[in-house]
């Protein structure tokens, strides 16, 4: 098993920034891929981003493209999500999750671990 708790959210007017962390204990050897979701009331979840424990490799969604930035210490077991250029759209609860497998994937239900999420909140 791999737990992951998030911290670092909270309420930011727009423009502003936040640094989300997820912090992930266990069997985190099992995993290769470190994925940021979020999910809006009333919508689908969605990808934001998503970086490897081990060698190269991120991936964003085109909506935070140039405003948000994953990044991991292995050494911590972390990973964060610096966001920047905060938008009133970027409302949402952000989750952390982990996949077991090399390929990143933008498709929640290829993760296998989740965190309990973390609001964020910003106001126009």
């Known amino acids: 098993q791999v737990q992951l708790v998030e911290s670092g959210g909270g309420l930011v007017q727009a423009g502003g920034s936040l640094r989300l962390s997820c912090a992930a204990s266990?069997?985190?050897?099992?995993?290769?891929?470190m994925g940021w979701f979020r999910q809006a009331p009333g919508k689908e979840r969605e990808f934001v981003a998503a970086?490897?424990?081990?060698?190269?490799?991120?991936d964003y969604a085109d909506s935070v493209k140039g405003r948000f930035t994953i990044s991991r210490d292995n050494a911590k077991n972390t990973v964060y999500l610096q966001m920047s250029s905060l938008k009133p759209e970027d409302t949402a609860v952000y989750y952390c999750?982990?996949?077991?497998?090399?390929?990143?994937?933008?498709?929640?239900?290829?993760?296998?671990?989740w965190g309990q999420g973390t609001q964020v909140t910003v106001s126009s």
């Open positions: 970086i490897r424990w081990s060698g190269s490799g991120t």
């Open positions: 999750a982990a996949d077991s497998v090399w390929a990143i994937s933008s498709r929640p239900s290829e993760y296998d671990y």
């Open positions: 266990g069997r985190t050897f099992s995993t290769y891929v």
